[in-house]
């Protein structure tokens, strides 16, 4: 039996690959920073959470590292930890990077120390391309990264591609554009959308606030993201891959799509911080803009080419955004009305 290591279990793809690998027969160890209470909601509903093993270790502690290495001996390390908030970056720049990339070297030291066959998976991003706007995106595209948050992954990325280089370590930089589910933390734009329009549809009456809605992502389905890390690291060697569905839509589309999902037919007024969006058939205002949401500085559109990754591991997204905002819409819906609490 194999085990696995996933660092930030309790995060929505450390749910969803977690239940992945244990039905393809790991052993799964998940970390968690110490705190009073738990959240393991993602793992409940996926109902798994007692068949994964949870280990408190904190990222910024190479002692901890170094402990959970030596204890498990895992074969696969998913490293998914991450302070993944991009709008907190501007604000925790320096946590941002700790938490992001110095603790990639921990783990990347630890695993030197331990042991260098465990191979290693680095959660990167797209956000890593963030200015370059004029082109889909892949493994060999220039990065422009737009944030603290995109810097601190670039840093990882280098470092994980170096420690591959320099010592030979198996590491994978997984580049996955972004990824959501009914999973999604409830901060992250889809999921905002969704949770926010469940509650307008079941009659409450405060319309969503976003800030810029005509940014426009490369959004797919986090299991079918999670299932693309494992196939990385069951290949003969090491290398970076893109996870993408190549086409991307406008926030202001994606609201459009979950609302049709339930029965709600939006249009637009205004321009800029001015506009709102109605509900044509019962008239009650569904969005305002909200320039609180504004970034320092924003990433208007990213679009990625996962060519190499359906060429290599034969992967490919199965749903599509349409099918996601619907899914997730429904989910959040039926959450609401059996008077779940929105987590
Ligand atoms: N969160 C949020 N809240 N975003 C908003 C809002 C709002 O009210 N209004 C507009 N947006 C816009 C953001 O400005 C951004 O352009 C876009 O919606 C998507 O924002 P997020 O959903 O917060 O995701 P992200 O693209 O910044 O980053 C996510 O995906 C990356 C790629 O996989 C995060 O999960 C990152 O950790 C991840 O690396």
Request: some cysteine; hydrophobic content about 40%.
């Amino acid at each position: 039996m194999k085990t696995a290591l996933i660092t930030g279990i309790t995060g929505q793809d450390g749910a969803y690959l977690a239940r992945h690998l244990i039905n393809e027969g790991y052993r799964v160890i998940g970390t968690k920073r110490r705190s009073a209470s738990t959240n393991t909601w993602r793992l409940d509903e996926l109902g798994i959470t007692e068949r994964v093993e949870l280990a408190t270790v904190e990222m910024l502690e190479f002692g901890n590292i170094l402990s959970v290495l030596q204890e498990f001996r895992p074969d696969e390390i998913y490293n998914l930890a991450a302070q993944s908030f991009v709008g907190v970056s501007f604000e925790q720049p320096i946590f941002t990077m700790e938490a992001n990339a110095v603790a990639v070297y921990r783990l990347l030291e630890a695993i030197r120390i331990v042991d260098p066959e465990i191979r290693l998976y680095q959660a990167s991003t797209s956000e890593m391309y963030g200015g370059i706007t004029t082109e889909s995106c892949g493994e060999t595209s220039r990065f422009y990264p737009k944030s603290p948050y995109a810097v601190s992954k670039v840093a990882a990325h280098m470092a994980t591609t170096n420690y591959r280089e320099a010592h030979q370590l198996f590491c994978c930089n997984g580049i996955l554009f972004n990824h959501e589910s009914p999973l999604r933390g409830a901060e992250f734009v889809t999921r905002k959308i969704t949770t926010n329009l469940a509650r307008l549809a079941l009659g409450d009456d405060r319309p969503l606030r976003l800030g810029n809605i005509d940014a426009r992502r490369d959004w797919g389905y986090a299991e079918d993201y999670c299932h693309g890390m494992h196939l990385m690291m069951t290949r003969d060697n090491p290398a970076d891959y893109v996870l993408a569905t190549g086409t991307a839509i406008s926030v202001r589309d994606f609201v459009i799509h979950a609302a049709e999902a339930l029965d709600m037919q939006l249009e637009f007024d205004g321009e800029g911080s001015e506009e709102t969006a109605h509900d044509t058939r019962t008239g009650r205002c569904i969005l305002r803009i909200d320039p609180e949401h504004y970034r320092p500085a924003e990433v208007n559109t990213l679009i990625g080419d996962a060519s190499k990754a359906r060429q290599e591991l034969d992967w490919a997204p199965k749903i599509s955004v349409v099918e996601l905002a619907g899914m997730m819409a429904h989910k959040d819906y039926n959450r609401l009305k059996s008077g779940a609490a929105i987590l």
